[in-house]
């Protein structure tokens, strides 16, 4: 594998999304990853949709990756893991705090093998604090972060996310820990430990709520899909029963949408100059726009707000993703031959690189499809290796 993180080799120790997710980011851009998976393998094989028993969301989230199995709580494995952390620059785990420490393989042990090791813990709640040995999950981050205080109808309950949103922002940022952890190690010569807790990110993709109530003691309300900063900005189903999506988040935009909808009167009115006293007259203002878009087909909205130049998207589904003419622009969805499931379609690498794109060189491998490739790099013989199976170290 080629790319900008080519010659950076992670040890992923992770299960499930946030630790994982990241590891995939790194070696979607050329990092060397080993997955060690528990012989029964990684809980995310079993999670969600399968087609002929094969986990469809480890195919995304295990591509790239060299798929190992290594049990760290037994000594003979513990001890193998301490010879690859010797030339590894990267360990990504989320196991609860103090596992690590207890199977010999905290960080103060693992700097003694390689001083440059970046230890990255990735957990519910963090390493300090009274929450830290909880079970954490995203659907708690989300929780706790406000997110789903403010989402949902204002006479509905908190919403939560049908997906892993917590876990994919902890993803992400994780990812930039380890490289702004990799470059401080060009600095110093040293490692460090990452302490990622999922709670975190997603606060900062939240905006001002904590300043505001600092300043103001102001707390965000549930408004569905209005603003309280803009408005019209809400979902409105078109004649042939299909849903659109406008924001108005710049004056001129929301001065052509009231012309294209044929009630310019309102850009007169003193309240439409401030995009949250228009919010204040969210009502007048959905009731203008969504009478119009409910009178005309999805195709004849999008082409008359596009003339327009005002701001609209369709909503979409996956099948509505995967023929979008933008996307297939961006060359968002790759497609890959996958030996289990033949030709497979997953979303691409993340960004787009000019001089060291990132790239899917395969999908999620089977379990332990790369033990004897990569135990044999460190002086595993099959002989050695026939014993581990049958004591279950390996699989």
Request: aromatic residues 8%.
């Amino acid at each position: 594998m080629t790319g900008a993180l080519s010659g950076i080799r992670v040890l992923d120790v992770a299960t499930l999304f946030a630790g994982p997710l990241a590891a995939t980011t790194l070696a979607d851009y050329g990092a060397e990853v080993i997955k060690i998976e528990h012989p029964n393998g990684d809980p995310v094989r079993h999670h969600g949709a399968q087609r002929d028993g094969v986990g469809l969301w480890w195919k995304l989230l295990g591509r790239n990756k060299k798929a190992v199995t290594l049990y760290l709580g037994s000594p003979e494995g513990q001890e193998i893991f301490r010879e690859m952390v010797a030339d590894a620059d990267v360990v990504i785990e989320n196991f609860r705090p103090g596992t690590l420490e207890r199977w010999g393989l905290g960080y103060d042990e693992l700097r003694k093998i390689n001083p440059g090791i970046v230890l990255t813990r990735v957990t519910g709640f963090g390493q300090v604090g009274p929450y830290a040995k909880r079970p954490g999950f995203g659907t708690l981050a989300e929780a706790m972060s406000g997110f789903a205080a403010i989402t949902g109808e204002p006479d509905g309950p908190p919403t939560l996310p049908p997906f892993g949103l917590a876990d994919g922002i902890a993803a992400l940022a994780t990812a930039f820990a380890v490289t702004t952890a990799l470059r401080a190690r060009e600095q110093t010569g040293e490692g460090q430990v990452v302490d990622m807790a999922i709670i975190e990110p997603i606060l900062t993709l939240l905006g001002p709520q904590i300043i505001a109530y600092d300043q103001l003691g102001v707390l965000q309300e549930r408004t569905g899909n209005r603003s309280s900063n803009n408005a019209p900005r809400n979902t409105y189903r078109t004649r042939d029963g299909n849903w659109v999506a406008i924001s108005t988040s710049a004056q001129s935009i929301a001065e052509r949408v009231m012309r294209l909808v044929g009630r310019p009167e309102f850009i007169d009115e003193p309240w439409f100059a401030s995009g949250a006293e228009r919010a204040q007259h969210a009502d007048e203002l959905d009731e203008a726009v969504g009478s119009w878009i409910a009178a005309r087909d999805r195709d004849e909205v999008i082409t008359a707000f596009e003339e327009a130049e005002a701001a609209i998207a369709p909503i979409y589904t996956a099948a509505d993703i995967v023929e979008d003419p933008q996307f297939q622009a961006l060359g968002t969805i790759a497609t890959l031959s996958d030996d289990e499931l033949g030709p497979v379609r997953m979303q691409n690498v993340l960004f787009r690189m000019s001089e060291t794109p990132g790239s899917i060189n395969w999908t999620g491998a089977p379990v332990g499809a790369h033990t004897e490739e990569v135990l044999g790099e460190y002086g595993v013989t099959p002989q050695q290796l026939a014993r581990l199976r049958e004591q279950g170290v390996v699989r």
